[in-house]
């Protein structure tokens, strides 16, 4: 079949690729019509490899997907062919601990999707678990089914700092995730959201779509406590990390009230200096998040009920016939553009 494949490091080609997808009885074969690209396809596309992960061998990019149900295995009744659906791109050993745990999302042995060595989904059909795929609303564009990953995230977040009504929240960082974190803080019943970045264009882009929803901070020329105080604010109930750069966490204490909490979603490239007794003095509980859990259908639900829009966050879109020139764009991304999509 066609697929969108890296090659190694710095190449990457849409031909024929010979692939052997054979359709267990749990399974459904999907025929993608959307597919993100993510920082990460980019990164093993520029760099060859995330940390440990390296690409070794002729890979196929993309795992932010939605598309349309063209066969469905022996034990699957929950769907039928033409459906439309998203997938959920990481397949746990179902018989897993972390599985029996309900925590298949750090399932050691997780497949995911376009990370080495597994193949993603910039093809022309995907054979996935029933269990992990999910139907989207008649109101629910492929587009928008293709969002349903990052969001996921930004939801997870949300739900892991059990916002209260009326909570406010800043998040440091402005790019995809930053966003949907705040969307989702938003959606969740925050009253005030910040979004801190340096990077000004994207913090224009924000401003021009979710005006009425998130407060930035362009942390060129002003700082956090500051825009705070202007707001008549102390500090933030809640802190999404959404860069993962060392330089957020000095001094993020101060931006929490007492008993505030603070969300790590970015992940540093190694170790961080945290100031622990200032986190002490004010009683700060730390949550983690790595990609989500049970999330998928929150997330889909949530953009169908009108509460979160995405759709502002796809600055450019591909047919996949010119993925490679897609890829290129997002490889080297202007300031003014979060996601780009590639569209079937
Ligand atoms: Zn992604």
């Known amino acids: 079949m066609k697929a969108l494949v890296l090659e190694e490091k710095g190449k990457i080609s849409y031909r024929d690729f010979d692939l052997q997808d054979e359709l267990t009885p749990d399974d459904v074969r999907v025929k993608p019509m959307a597919v993100g690209i993510c920082g990460s396809d980019v990164h093993y596309y520029r760099e ?9 061998s002729p890979m196929i990019l993309g795992h932010e997907a939605a598309g349309e149900v063209i066969e469905t295995g022996s034990n699957v009744s929950n769907f039928a062919v033409g459906d439309r659906v998203c997938m959920e791109p990481g397949i746990p050993d179902f018989r897993s601990s972390q599985t029996l745990m309900g925590m298949y999302n750090l399932d050691p042995s997780v497949r995911f999707w376009a990370t080495p060595p597994v193949h993603g989904c910039l093809r022309e059909t995907v054979v996935h678990p029933a269990s992990l795929t999910f139907k989207l609303p008649e109101n629910v564009s492929y587009r928008e089914g293709a969002l349903i990953e990052p969001v ?4 997870y977040s949300a739900k892991k700092a059990a916002i209260a009504p009326g909570d406010t ?3 440091l960082g402005a790019g995809t995730i930053g966003t949907v974190t705040a969307l989702a803080a938003k959606a969740s019943g925050c009253s005030k959201v910040f979004v801190a970045d340096i990077k000004l264009a994207k913090l224009e882009l ?4 979710y005006s009425g929803e998130i407060v930035t901070i362009d942390l060129g020329v002003s700082d956090v406590s500051s825009v705070l105080a202007d707001h008549g604010l102390d500090g933030v109930d809640i802190v999404f990390e959404a860069t993962g750069a060392a330089a957020a966490f000095k001094g993020i204490a101060d931006y929490l009230v007492p008993g505030g909490r603070l969300v790590l979603i970015g992940m540093p490239d190694g170790e961080v200096g945290l100031d622990v007794v200032a986190l002490q003095v004010k009683e700060i509980s730390i949550e983690t998040i790595f990609r989500y859990v049970n999330i998928f259908p929150k997330a889909i639900d949530l953009i169908a009920s009108g509460k979160l829009n995405a759709l502002p966050l796809i600055t450019k879109s591909y047919p996949l016939k010119d993925a490679v020139e897609a890829f290129e764009y997002a490889a080297t991304l202007p300031d003014d553009q979060i996601k780009i999509m590639i569209e079937m």
């Open 48 to 56: 060859g490899n995330i940390g440990d992960f390296v690409v070794r």
């Open 206 to 209: 924000l401003e021009a779509y």
């Open 169 to 171: 929240a800043l998040v």
């Open 152 to 155: 996921a995230i930004g939801v």
